[in-house]
């Protein structure tokens, strides 16, 4: 079964941009699915970033698209996440997502990166 | 934009039936989905397209959708079903939005 598995450094500094790579393993990227970034801050609910199809089309959260990348690569089957301009309050736990069918749920999830932004 | 409404907290008693509910203008025209996310784990989908389970997923766990009111059931509730849970429906715009979660407490 697809397996998705989120990498990326832990801590970012204010003002610089955050990089998380979501590696899918059991199953191909190019597959019809979409692919999604959502996040979560400590203690708070869950916000969603973006989406990606293999042909590299986007959409994004409209609260976010000024600052957001969603990126894939079919090569290494894995699709990527930038947030540029990051403050405090980009610090969340970041998931990766494989976003189903045209009534668009998400499963499975990885298992989710913390993302510190801080000097 | 298109809003969700949870309450922030259910209690249920062991055993018995637990209700949660999504609130939002016309929900019943949406596909609702819910996840269930325990302490420091990533959320697992729980109940698809309203009413559907995925594989795995316990046959106590059921959904229902209509008018403006989106609803999770638990039934026979266990200790293992304390999570937070969410909601979600995909709109046109931002295109997906999550519901802000209900906290599940069985006694």
């Known amino acids: 079964q697809v397996q998705l598995q989120e990498s990326g450094p832990g801590l970012v500094k204010p003002s610089g941009t955050l990089s998380l790579t979501c590696a899918v393993s059991?199953?191909?990227?190019?597959?019809?699915?979409?692919w999604s970034w959502v996040r979560q801050p400590p203690g708070k609910g869950l916000e969603w970033i973006g989406e990606i199809y293999h042909s590299g089309s986007t959409n994004y959260n409209p609260s976010l698209k000024s600052r957001v990348t969603i990126s894939v690569d079919k090569s290494k089957n894995q699709f990527s996440l930038k947030l540029s301009s990051v403050t405090a309050a980009d610090t969340a736990v970041y998931y990766c997502?494989?976003?189903?069918?045209?009534?668009?749920?998400?499963?499975?999830w990885g298992q989710g990166t913390l993302v510190t932004v801080s000097s | 934009s298109y809003e969700l409404t949870q309450p922030l907290s259910v209690s249920v008693a062991l055993g018995q039936t637990a209700r949660i509910t999504c609130g939002g203008n016309?929900?019943?025209?949406?596909?609702v989905h819910w996840y269930q996310q325990k302490p420091g784990q990533a959320p697992v989908l729980v109940i698809y397209?309203?009413?559907n389970r995925p594989s795995g997923i316990p046959e106590r766990f059921s959904g229902s959708n209509s008018g403006n009111t989106a609803t999770l059931t638990i039934s026979r509730a266990q200790a293992g079903d304390e999570a937070d849970y969410y909601c979600q429906v995909w709109d046109s715009s931002p295109h997906v939005v999550f519901g802000g979660g209900t906290k599940l407490t069985v006694l």
């Open positions: 997502a494989r976003f189903r069918g045209p009534a668009k749920w998400f499963d499975p």
């Open positions: 059991g199953g191909s990227i190019s597959s019809s699915n979409w």
């Open positions: 397209r309203d009413s």
């Open positions: 016309n929900i019943g025209s949406k596909n």
